[in-house]
């Protein structure tokens, strides 16, 4: 009888403990809750990887845009020196720094053109030397202008000549490439010094060109004494733009 009513006792605890914790203590709401949150977790987080392959594929493609986008280097293009303006005006622009570039010697024998560190800044076209009179020495480039359109043709350039003697000269000649005609020409240094120093020199030679096609730019220097008075000229920063 004891046995029966420890047992019945049992039973209505069991019974009470069971419907206060919804299932001895399994907390069935918590589950459900947590069970969805790491669902979600997974769905945020794969929604986050495939979002940021997405921003990584757009990134890319605007970068390859960029790089390859023709008008970016046109942008800031100031002419490859082949003299044919490549539309940015700019036909040649020889600054001398480690070479004469493809500017050539033409002119009696006894002178010479060779880079010099002189210059504005350091780095320059020299012509030197010594020559039976009247001699000249020049340094030529020839310009391509089929594709001028004739508005306007500047040239602009540094120059320093200097001589053992009272006197230093420097020349500037542009001759039709074609049928080698003078086109213009100046004496642009006849000091009566040994240094005429370095001086900016700029022509428009618009109206001189006419219609030729080609043309050489030549600058020199014109000896006309029987002595050797070294006469050398330099020049630097030479310019030719529409």
Not at 199 to 220: C, K, N, R
Request: with cysteine; hydrophobic share 30%.
């Amino acid at each position: 009888m004891k046995r029966l009513l420890i047992f019945n006792l049992l039973i209505c605890a069991c019974r009470d403990d069971y419907n206060s914790s919804d299932g001895f203590g399994i907390d069935t709401e918590s589950d459900s809750t947590d069970a969805t949150t790491e669902i979600s977790d997974s769905s945020t987080s794969d929604s986050a990887d495939g979002g940021s392959g997405d921003s990584s594929t757009s990134g890319n493609e605007t970068d390859d845009t960029d790089s390859d986008g023709e008008s970016d280097g046109d942008a800031t293009s100031t002419g490859d020196g082949d003299g044919d303006g490549d539309g940015d005006g700019i036909f040649f622009f020889d600054e001398f720094t480690e070479d004469i570039g493809q500017w050539v010697y033409s002119g009696d024998d006894g002178y010479a053109l060779v880079y010099d560190t002189d210059g504005m800044p350091p780095g320059s076209a020299k012509i030197s030397g010594d020559a039976l009179p009247p001699a000249t020495a020049r340094m030529v480039r020839q310009v391509d202008l089929s594709e001028w359109d004739g508005q306007s043709l500047v040239l602009q350039f540094d120059a320093r000549a200097t001589s053992t003697s009272m006197a230093t000269n420097a020349s500037i000649w542009v001759v039709d490439a074609d049928t080698q005609d003078e086109l213009f020409s100046e004496t642009f240094i006849d000091d009566v010094s040994m240094d005429s120093g370095w001086d900016h020199y700029s022509y428009d030679l618009t109206q001189a060109i006419g219609d030729s096609t080609a043309i050489q730019i030549e600058l020199g220097l014109i000896d006309s004494w029987d002595t050797d008075w070294n006469l050398t000229s330099w020049f630097d920063n030479v310019l030719l733009t529409e």
